[in-house]
């Protein structure tokens, strides 16, 4: 059977390694109909499975040598743990969405239909994007300090498979009652100034969290961060905010600060986890900068 109709091969790099994150939230199941796929499209596949915790970079290293590009299935933070590699390397990236929210997969164009997302990298067009930096950590598309990455702390792979995008909601409407304005240095383009809120956001990307976007300009291909801070005065300020903050609209409110820019940095009293695409890889003080048309993306 002709699984990717109409199919028009344009890829002429034909070795592939194919990375599957099985704890994605369709990871098992997707396993079977992207081996099929994929041998369809007269792709060589090379497998590889890392072990709990082994970074996916990793395994990128190992078959460098030996591939044409890198096709990985899973969500966010599963692109996110290749960003490293990616950069080192040099190989392109085919994204299988794969994940709960496919956040990056959402900001370009990249359809969440597999079929159709496998169609896009065999018929070979790419694109560069941009890459964020967090102290030396590449993120795809947001970073986060305080509500986020609270939420990314507590937020389990369980309650990801098994709940999807409702689980992020089940489990922020906890948090948000216990919520808490933190205090935090902001440096950027010769300016310094101190400021209270709920949370801080420095986008690369479009989409995140699920349904959120960080600017309703926003793209992985314009060379700028966007940065904003929630300083609300009550939590229950952001159940009004809310479809701003889906739209990426929030900049026009009052008690939001929105600017775009290529390089800042943000400060706390005490140490403060970011969170990066969903993974909590860095901690305050912290410095962003954006990494130019870093890495060549397969795009329809």
């Known amino acids: 059977m002709n699984l990717i109709p109409n199919l028009e091969t344009g890829l002429t790099a034909k070795r592939a390694l194919v990375l599957v994150n099985p704890y994605a939230r369709r990871g098992k199941a997707g396993i079977v109909q992207v081996r099929q796929l994929l041998d369809q499209a007269d792709i060589d596949v090379i497998e590889d499975t890392p072990s709990r915790g082994q970074p996916l970079s990793d395994l990128i290293h190992k078959h460098s040598g030996n591939i044409d590009l890198v096709i990985v299935g899973g969500g966010d933070g599963s692109l996110n743990d290749c960003a490293k590699a990616l950069l080192d390397t040099g190989l ?3 994204v299988l969405p794969l994940g709960t929210a496919n956040d990056f997969a959402r900001t370009i164009g990249i359809p969440l239909d597999i079929p159709a997302a496998i169609n896009s990298i065999v018929k070979g067009k790419t694109t560069l994007v941009d890459l964020g930096d967090a102290n030396g950590f590449p993120f795809f598309n947001v970073a986060s300090i305080g509500f986020s990455a609270d939420l990314a702390m507590s937020l389990t792979e369980k309650a990801k498979k098994y709940w999807g995008k409702l689980g992020y909601g089940l489990v922020a409407a906890r948090l948000l009652a216990d919520s808490r304005l933190f205090t935090a240095t902001l440096e950027h383009d010769g300016i310094s ?3 209270r809120t709920l949370q801080i956001a420095v986008g690369n990307g479009r989409h995140y969290g699920g349904g959120m976007t960080v600017h309703e300009d926003a793209t992985a291909t314009d060379g700028l961060l966007d940065f904003y801070s929630l300083e609300v005065d009550h939590w229950w300020r952001l159940l009004t905010l809310l479809p701003s903050l889906r739209k990426g609209t929030h900049g026009q409110w009052d008690d939001v600060r929105a600017f775009s820019t290529k390089d800042l940095t943000i400060r706390t009293r005490k140490p403060r986890r970011v969170n990066l695409d969903g993974e909590l890889k860095t901690e ?9 048309k870093a890495i060549a993306v397969f795009v329809p």
Not at 285 to 291: D, L, Q
């Open 92 to 94: 392109p990236l085919g």
């Open 284 to 292: 305050t003080p912290v410095r962003f900068t954006i990494r130019e």
């Open 193 to 195: 100034e101190e400021l």
